[in-house]
């Protein structure tokens, strides 16, 4: 209800409470849910680090069970993207959020 009311949210929770992997396929469950016909907006997760950003991605990608770098989950960092324009969540440092922002 909060993503549909507000162009973006920002999440604070404790290590280990399901930000990057649980709140994420909650958000396509509930995309794969709707029945009207609002599109679904991308969904930029952050990471510190690029390796956190690409093992994160990958191990959402496998509990889906779906391609790495298709139109659910993807990543990208500095030097490499494994995504698509289409892709709905996709896992990027903080360094690339901002350049997607900025420009």
Request: charged residues 30%; hydrophobic residues 35%; contains cysteine.
């Amino acid at each position: 209800r909060l993503l549909r009311e507000h162009d973006f949210l920002v999440v604070v929770g404790d290590t280990g409470s399901g930000k990057t992997t649980q709140l994420p396929a909650y958000l396509l469950e509930d995309d794969e849910s709707r029945t009207d016909n609002d599109t679904f907006a991308p969904v930029a997760i952050t990471q510190p680090r690029r390796v956190a950003a690409t093992s994160v991605s990958r191990r959402v990608a496998e509990e889906r069970a779906v391609t790495l770098g298709g139109e659910e989950v993807g990543y990208k960092v500095r030097f490499d993207s494994v995504a698509q324009r289409a892709t709905k969540l996709t896992f990027m440092t903080d360094g690339v959020l901002v350049r997607e922002c900025v420009g």
